[in-house]
């Protein structure tokens, strides 16, 4: 059973910056994939960027060109750079990995941007 613990949400004003840790433990098998994925009030969960073991990167494109994911592979950790945050990027963040055939998933941490 894979365990992620996500820190770093909070409230920030637009056009400011946030850094979100996901960091997972537990586990047999090699975590592969990792993700962020955000839910907002009355939307469904969407993507907002995924990471592969090898580097591999995709994002949403409502988020390209202002969030960076990255990720220590030593560490299976992942992070989530958001740079020039805009209220719709308002949601719970939740981090997700991909071991063998299993999704897990993180508590959520509430990002909140003020205009």
């Known amino acids: 059973q894979v365990q992620l613990v996500e820190s770093g949400g909070g409230l920030v004003q637009a056009g400011g910056s946030l850094r979100l840790s996901c960091a997972a433990s537990?586990?047999?098998?090699?975590?592969?994939?990792m993700g962020w994925y955000r839910q907002a009030p009355g939307k469904q969960r969407e993507l907002v960027a995924g990471?592969?073991?090898?580097?591999?990167?995709n994002y949403a494109d409502s988020v390209k060109g202002r969030f960076a994911i990255s990720r220590d592979n030593a560490r299976n950790t992942v992070y989530l750079q958001m740079n020039s945050l805009k209220p719709e990027d308002t949601a719970v963040y939740y981090c997700n990995a991909l071991s063998t055939s299993t999704y897990y998933w993180g508590q959520g941490t509430q990002v909140t941007v003020s205009s």
């Open positions: 537990g586990g047999r098998f090699s975590i592969r994939s």
């Open positions: 990471i592969t073991s090898g580097g591999s990167t």
